[in-house]
């Protein structure tokens, strides 16, 4: 309906161009909002408050200018102009008859919107580095992710999923030191556990499983591997850091180069089955799962750092290698190549961020958590070094999550393995509780997830509200069914399209259908807001239309055209109900 409607406005105005507007008129200055109170129409717009300075008119004189050209359509009831300016407008009251009639014929396609042009859109989240196992924070950063893949292709763009696996940075190598410690305690040799080390349960099976699989044969006495290695820090008043560098530096040199190569990579492959798992259990999939280990040795770094040497676009100081960062509006300068020769992560983003716009994307998404605030502008700058559009890459950030339990919060820290995993959170209040509480509020705010909130079966809690909703609909149908009651849609539509407009008035009605019909505003918003929270607060309203509906009219009356009238209407709500909830990755049970 709005749609219809923004055409027929912008033909109005663009017919006034060339006399009273200079044009061409930019579409977005057409602007339509619904109506907050419905004595001021369905839909009201500002446009000749926009247009009236450039028109040299009042915007009431422009507005009745408008309202003037509007073309002849059925839509449109009544036109007032309120205000300053306002142009006011109702619509046709069996308007919401054709878009029940719309939402049954298209079923899960309802809602979902194909642009004459479709960008291709490369999705990247979660990304976690594989060094133990997901936990809540990344669940979030993978509601999201996924959530907005859903939205961004029902708002009509072509949406590839892409998982970047950090396997080739220090941390992976701290996890392989940590797996061999473990190891040789299974082996019976005792050394304290390393401080910067990977402390959790999570690593045991793997120490227990490379000993399975190689016996003794990368055992090593404990004085032999502790033996002048520098002091730890905690008791030993050492540095964590160079205590775990020259513990990783030992287990190389005592073990060998190919079997640390093997330990290395068995710890990470065992670690991303684990993250594969957990994001399938939990209903995330991905169409790719980049290597940054394969990435790099495929020389794709060194083609992009290439490119930018010729272009002059890096320099040499203190024997490290530097990217002009600040000619694209960085604060500093980055290096690339560090004084030893290591390239850094950075130079590995650029490169990636490089070939992900050569593979064809037209925008490049990002989902990273809050601690990468800084990194949008350094790799906007490396993409417009290549002459790529800064703006064709951004990045939105997922604040922190806070358990709560009994209103007490849950401390948690990933390297002392003090965190809740997502699978004991999944277990803890199932994966629809787990999805929504995580959409609830936009990602750019913190979030505290209630666990007891999460569980419970009230309206308090989202997830049983909209989910309820969507069952009681259900509910009747069965009711018909135990009744012996016929039901023909075909009929039941007939029905509507003839006489809708009186067998579904009256207060609850038509605030039910009048919120049914924002459903395909409120995709195409969520997905240029990159907001998926916008369409947990529009289903949670819908179903309080329909629960208020519900609990004003009977349904299953005696007179069979308000009868089928009002199923046929729930029946259009129930699918919408179902089709947000498949976008945000919940179910829609049909019974509670």
């Given at each position: 309906?709005?749609?219809?409607l923004?055409?027929?406005?912008?033909a109005?105005?663009?017919?006034l161009?060339g006399s009273?507007?200079?044009?061409?008129?930019?579409?977005?200055a057409?602007?339509?909002?619904?109506?907050r109170?419905?004595?001021?129409g369905?839909f009201?717009?500002?446009?000749?408050?926009?247009?009236?300075?450039?028109?040299?008119?009042k915007p009431?004189e422009l507005?009745?200018?408008?309202?003037?050209?509007l073309?002849?359509?059925?839509l449109?009831?009544?036109t007032?102009i309120a205000?300053a300016?306002?142009?006011n407008?109702?619509?046709?009251?069996?308007l919401y008859?054709?878009?029940?009639?719309?939402?049954h014929e298209?079923?899960?396609?309802?809602?979902?919107?194909?642009?004459?042009t479709?960008?291709?859109v490369?999705?990247e989240?979660?990304?976690?580095?594989p060094?133990?196992?997901?936990h809540?924070?990344?669940?979030r950063?993978a509601?999201?992710g996924d959530?907005l893949g859903?939205l961004?292709?029902?708002?009509?763009d072509?949406v590839?999923?892409?998982?970047?696996?950090n396997?080739?940075g220090?941390?992976?190598?701290i996890?392989?030191?940590?797996?061999?410690?473990?190891?040789?305690?299974?082996?019976?040799?005792?050394?304290?556990f390393p401080q910067?080390?990977?402390?959790?349960?999570?690593?045991?099976?793997l120490?227990?499983?490379l000993?399975?699989?190689v016996g003794?044969?990368?055992?090593h006495?404990?004085?032999?591997?502790?033996a002048?290695?520098?002091?730890?820090?905690g008791?030993?008043?050492?540095?964590k850091e160079?205590?775990i560098?020259a513990?990783?530096a030992?287990c190389?040199?005592?073990i060998g180069?190919?079997?640390?190569?093997?330990l290395?990579?068995s710890?990470?492959d065992?670690m991303?089955?684990e993250?594969?798992d957990?994001l399938?259990?939990?209903?995330?999939?991905?169409d790719?799962w980049?290597s940054?280990?394969?990435f790099?040795?495929?020389g794709?770094?060194?083609r992009?750092?290439?490119?930018l040497?010729?272009?002059?676009l890096l320099y040499t100081q203190?024997?490290?290698?530097w990217?002009r960062?600040t000619?694209?509006?960085?604060?500093?300068?980055?290096?690339?190549?560090?004084?030893?020769?290591?390239?850094?992560?950075?130079?590995?983003d650029?490169a990636?961020h490089?070939d992900k716009?050569e593979?064809?994307?037209?925008?490049?998404?990002?989902?990273?958590?809050a601690d990468?605030h800084?990194?949008?502008?350094?790799?906007?700058?490396?993409?417009?070094?290549?002459?790529h559009?800064?703006?064709c890459?951004e990045?939105?950030?997922?604040?922190l999550v806070?358990?709560f339990?009994?209103?007490?919060?849950?401390?948690?820290g990933?390297r002392?393995?003090n965190?809740?995993?997502l699978?004991?959170?999944?277990?803890?209040?199932?994966n629809?509780a787990?999805?929504?509480f995580?959409?609830?509020?936009s990602?750019?705010q913190?979030?505290?997830f209630d666990?007891?909130?999460?569980k419970?079966?009230?309206?308090?809690n989202?997830?049983?509200?909209v989910?309820?909703a969507?069952?009681?609909?259900?509910?009747v149908?069965?009711?018909l069914?135990?009744r012996?009651i016929?039901?023909?849609?075909?009929r039941?539509?007939a029905?509507?399209?003839?006489h809708?407009a009186?067998l579904?008035?009256?207060?609850?009605?038509e605030?039910m259908l009048s919120a049914?019909?924002r459903y395909?505003e409120?995709?195409?918003?969520?997905?240029a807001?990159r907001?998926?929270?916008?369409?947990?607060?529009?289903?949670?309203?819908?179903?309080?239309?329909?629960?208020?509906f519900y609990n004003?009219e009977?349904v299953?009356?005696p007179?069979e055209a308000q009868r089928?009238?009002?199923?046929?209407a729930?029946?259009?709500?129930?699918?919408?109900?179902?089709?947000?909830?498949?976008?945000?990755?919940?179910?829609?049970?049909e019974?509670?």
């Amino acid at each position: 309906m709005k749609d219809d409607l923004q055409r027929l406005l912008l033909a109005a105005v663009r017919s006034l161009e060339g006399s009273l507007l200079s044009g061409p008129i930019d579409p977005q200055a057409v602007a339509l909002e619904r109506s907050r109170d419905a004595q001021h129409g369905d839909f009201a717009s500002n446009v000749a408050m926009r247009l009236a300075k450039g028109a040299g008119l009042k915007p009431r004189e422009l507005a009745e200018r408008i309202v003037a050209a509007l073309p002849a359509d059925p839509l449109i009831t009544r036109t007032e102009i309120a205000g300053a300016g306002f142009i006011n407008f109702t619509l046709a009251r069996d308007l919401y008859a054709r878009e029940l009639a719309r939402v049954h014929e298209l079923g899960e396609a309802y809602g979902r919107h194909m642009p004459a042009t479709q960008r291709k859109v490369l999705l990247e989240f979660v990304s976690a580095n594989p060094t133990g196992p997901m936990h809540v924070g990344h669940g979030r950063q993978a509601a999201f992710g996924d959530a907005l893949g859903h939205l961004l292709a029902a708002a009509g763009d072509i949406v590839t999923r892409e998982y970047y696996v950090n396997d080739a940075g220090r941390q992976t190598e701290i996890l392989a030191v940590s797996v061999w410690v473990r190891y040789l305690e299974r082996c019976g040799e005792v050394l304290p556990f390393p401080q910067n080390g990977y402390r959790g349960d999570y690593l045991l099976p793997l120490g227990a499983g490379l000993h399975s699989r190689v016996g003794d044969a990368l055992r090593h006495p404990a004085a032999v591997v502790l033996a002048d290695l520098p002091a730890d820090a905690g008791a030993g008043g050492g540095d964590k850091e160079a205590y775990i560098d020259a513990l990783i530096a030992r287990c190389r040199a005592l073990i060998g180069e190919a079997a640390w190569q093997d330990l290395l990579r068995s710890s990470i492959d065992a670690m991303m089955d684990e993250i594969r798992d957990d994001l399938a259990a939990f209903g995330v999939r991905f169409d790719h799962w980049v290597s940054e280990r394969a990435f790099a040795e495929s020389g794709a770094i060194d083609r992009a750092l290439g490119r930018l040497r010729d272009r002059g676009l890096l320099y040499t100081q203190d024997g490290a290698e530097w990217f002009r960062a600040t000619q694209f509006g960085d604060d500093e300068d980055r290096v690339v190549v560090r004084d030893n020769g290591v390239k850094t992560y950075f130079a590995s983003d650029i490169a990636y961020h490089l070939d992900k716009r050569e593979r064809g994307h037209d925008q490049l998404i990002d989902v990273l958590g809050a601690d990468h605030h800084g990194y949008v502008t350094r790799v906007r700058g490396g993409l417009q070094a290549f002459g790529h559009p800064g703006d064709c890459l951004e990045a939105p950030l997922i604040q922190l999550v806070a358990l709560f339990r009994n209103g007490v919060k849950v401390s948690m820290g990933k390297r002392e393995a003090n965190f809740v995993t997502l699978r004991q959170l999944r277990e803890e209040v199932g994966n629809d509780a787990c999805r929504i509480f995580f959409l609830m509020r936009s990602n750019d705010q913190s979030l505290d997830f209630d666990l007891e909130l999460a569980k419970s079966k009230s309206n308090e809690n989202p997830v049983f509200y909209v989910q309820y909703a969507h069952a009681r609909v259900a509910s009747v149908m069965k009711e018909l069914a135990a009744r012996g009651i016929g039901w023909d849609s075909a009929r039941a539509q007939a029905t509507v399209l003839a006489h809708g407009a009186e067998l579904l008035s009256g207060v609850h009605a038509e605030a039910m259908l009048s919120a049914l019909s924002r459903y395909p505003e409120v995709i195409r918003h969520a997905a240029a807001q990159r907001a998926p929270h916008a369409l947990v607060h529009y289903l949670r309203e819908l179903a309080t239309t329909l629960h208020a509906f519900y609990n004003a009219e009977r349904v299953l009356v005696p007179d069979e055209a308000q009868r089928e009238a009002r199923i046929y209407a729930l029946l259009a709500v129930q699918q919408v109900l179902r089709n947000g909830l498949a976008v945000l990755g919940a179910s829609a049970p049909e019974s509670m």
